[in-house]
């Protein structure tokens, strides 16, 4: 897949996170677009159809393992890799993840070497 034609929604209520994740990945190629909450993440969705989603676990008002299973239930979302982005870590959590609709599970804090080949591993699934 062609980097430069590759669009990241990237769901996460932390700002500072979102601004080093966009810097990482836009170094690489890929656009990445932000959504701070759920309700953006779903707004942004009705005009936007990404290659990828990574999905923060713990936000305010509704939590990735939430927002991550009613994507999977909207039209043409199904075959989208959505990438849990968290700082859970506690044994279950992964697995709660996949559960919950997740292709993949990537810890936090990320590793600013390894993240932009994680992703890319997802994208050739």
Do not use: W
């Amino acid at each position: 897949m062609e980097e430069g034609s590759v669009t990241i929604l990237y769901v996460e209520d932390n700002p500072d996170n979102r601004m080093l994740v966009r810097r990482v990945l836009s170094v690489e190629g890929y656009t990445v677009v932000d959504a701070p909450s759920a309700t953006e993440a779903f707004e942004k969705l009705k005009s936007l159809r990404p290659n990828l989603i990574l999905m923060d676990i713990n936000m305010p008002e509704m939590d990735g393992y939430t927002l991550t299973a009613r994507i999977r239930q909207l039209p043409n979302m199904g075959g989208i890799p959505i990438i849990a982005l968290t700082a859970n870590v506690m044994k279950g959590d992964r697995e709660k993840s996949l559960e919950a609709g997740c292709d993949g599970y990537i810890q936090k804090p990320i590793d600013i070497d390894t993240i932009a080949s994680q992703i890319e591993r997802y994208l050739k699934r």
